[in-house]
């Protein structure tokens, strides 16, 4: 026979599955990230204090500086810069490229094709703009030559000659350089 106690523990339980069921979706409207206490993400700004500023960023429109090695730059939109949009689990990032500019082989670390290296190249003569949407809000991007040339502690450059068949001093002349 159904007590009350037994009444309650079922409504619990579905309450919990329901839990379980919605787990990833928002709880509240906003949670703007206050940037003063990270815990897993940040923690909500108390939201007395939120301002429209904290939902607005400019400077998409605006141009990356593209002289360095590579030939590209980033310009990242993550919670970092726009604190709203803290656990909503999405960035924007502006990448410019230099005529003939690449994106180093990399492997963003939030991406849906975890594990997969992607790169980019402008294969034109003029200078080109992309602008991405990751499903992060606040997406790692480890670039390949860097990890793995410019390692720390250091990968031994016999490993790495070894594995990209290379001759130890181009492996030596790489690490310098990353
Ligand atoms: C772009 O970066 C290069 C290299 O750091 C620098 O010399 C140059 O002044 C920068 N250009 C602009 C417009 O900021």
């Known amino acids: 026979m159904a007590t009350p106690s037994h009444f309650f523990a079922l409504l619990a339980l579905t309450f919990f599955s329901l839990a379980l069921a919605i ?10 990230a206050d940037p003063n206490m990270l815990v897993n993400g940040f923690a909500c ?51 410019d490229f230099a005529p003939k500019g690449i994106q180093p082989p990399h492997t963003p670390s939030c991406h849906r094709n975890q594990g997969f290296v992607h790169y980019q190249r402008n294969g034109g003569y003029g200078s080109a703009a992309a602008i991405a949407a990751l499903p992060s809000q606040n997406p790692g991007i480890n670039f390949l030559p860097n990890t793995i040339f410019g390692a720390v502690p250091e990968i031994s450059s016999d490993v790495l000659a070894k594995a990209f068949q290379l001759d130890k001093k181009v492996v030596m002349d790489l690490q310098k350089k990353f």
């Open 23 to 32: 787990g990833n979706n928002p709880l509240q409207d906003f949670c703007v």
């Open 45 to 95: 700004k108390d939201p007395k204090l939120v301002d429209a500023n904290d939902f607005f960023f400019s400077g998409l429109h605006l141009a990356g500086n593209t002289s360095n090695t590579v030939g590209s730059i980033i310009t990242p939109v993550t919670v970092t810069e726009l604190p709203g949009l803290n656990a909503l689990g999405i960035c924007l990032g502006r990448i």
